[in-house]
């Protein structure tokens, strides 16, 4: 029986050793790309507005990206895909309604002024984007 619970302690040992260096490079990988900014910092600085923290949390019940956004944003922007359903949360939460036919939009949270930009894919190949300023001002 000792043996035994030996052989699974161990292997929980080899387990915990063998998934430890993946996390810590990802967390190293995080922070060079992004400023230093985790995504839970990220997170604080939409929380800080109701308006904004309504938005941020209804795009990260429908989309799976925002960890991704956080690692790729540049100066204090991070890149939100553009589907259906951002669409609605914009028009939903900030009341701008950006139609098939928009191709450029600019806009700002009524409450602490935070700019969204929509850009549209200028060829096929590109996919529109929601451009979103990290920390409002
Ligand atoms: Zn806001």
């Not at 161990?10 to 387990?15: F, G, W, Y």
């Not at 922007?77 to 259906?84: E, V």
Request: proline fraction near 2%.
């Amino acid at each position: 029986m000792a043996s035994q619970f030996d052989r699974i302690i161990t292997l929980v040992r080899i387990v915990s050793c063998m998934s430890a260096p993946t996390g810590s490079s990802r967390r190293k990988k995080r922070s060079r790309q992004s400023g230093g900014m985790t995504s839970d910092a990220v997170v604080a600085s939409f929380v800080a507005c109701p308006r904004c923290s309504f938005f941020l949390t209804g795009y990260r019940l429908i989309n799976t990206d925002f960890d991704t956004a956080v690692d790729e944003s540049v100066d204090g922007w991070l890149d939100f895909s553009w589907n259906h359903d951002t669409r609605r949360l914009i028009l939903k939460n900030f009341g701008y309604r950006i139609d098939t036919e928009t191709t450029h939009f600019e806009g700002i949270c009524q409450d602490c002024r935070r700019v969204l930009i929509f850009k549209d894919a200028e060829e096929e190949r590109e996919s529109a984007m929601l451009r979103v300023e990290i920390v409002p001002g």
